[in-house]
């Protein structure tokens, strides 16, 4: 059995786990759900380049980031040309499709698409929605994910719909998350410590490392989840 080189292992480990990182960051794919067929392919083969490099002693770091490196430059390349040429944007990320249209599927598109009925059938609950026939449009995304408009009927009535007053909306602030405070979101609303304080004891907690989360909302004042 070969000797593992502990210190080059560690070495390539830390080194892809940045790239990788890096990589995320700068392509802007935070989330599973916004990968394209052509950025799954990339991951899942940079993911295979890098378990087979890491633990092959020949291939020395430098190697190792040649072709971490080269594989990334492909990458950007191919999403380059897809930014500047239709016909290769359609080829490699698809097109989205009309897969449902006023409450009837397209068989064909669902056949192109290599979903069936279940599958659809299931999404829509996802979405809760419990039948095709409250569909207008369903749309195939390019990273299979798919976008509802419901006809009319089924559209839940807005305030508009019901000639009710319109009510302010405010974004809540986070101030206290595992009993250490936000100073930067203490200050950005313009209170001080002094202010929480007072908040807190209003709220019967006289210690903020009992507080597991608190927020504050304009319109409702302070919220508080205790530890």
């Known amino acids: 059995m070969e ?106 598109l669902l056949t192109k698409n290599k979903l069936d009925v279940n599958q659809v059938l299931s999404i829509l609950r996802q979405n809760n929605v419990f039948s095709v026939r409250e569909v207008k449009y369903g749309i195939l995304e390019a990273n299979g994910q798919i976008s509802l408009l419901l006809k009319s009927k089924y559209q839940k009535p807005d305030k508009q719909d019901l000639n009710l007053p319109e009510s302010p909306v405010d974004l809540p602030t986070s101030l206290i998350i595992d009993g250490e405070i936000l100073w930067d979101n203490l200050h950005e609303l313009g209170f001080d410590q002094q202010w929480l304080d007072n908040q807190l004891t209003t709220n019967g907690y006289d210690n903020v490392k009992r507080i597991l989360y608190a927020d504050w909302r304009e319109s409702e004042g302070i919220h508080v989840s205790p530890k």
């Open 3 to 108: 000797e593992v080189n502990i210190g080059l292992l560690t070495i390539k480990v830390i080194v892809g786990f940045a790239t990788l990182f890096f990589i995320i960051i700068i392509t802007g794919r935070t989330s599973i759900y916004q990968l394209t067929p052509f950025h799954l392919v990339f991951v899942l083969v940079l993911g295979d380049l890098l378990g087979n490099t890491i633990y092959e002693d020949k291939v020395g770091i430098f190697h190792f980031l040649y072709a971490i490196g080269l594989w990334t430059f492909l990458m950007f390349g191919i999403e380059f040309m897809t930014l500047k040429n239709k016909s290769t944007r359609s080829l490699l990320l698809g097109n989205p499709n009309i897969i449902i249209r006023d409450g009837v599927m397209d068989r064909k």
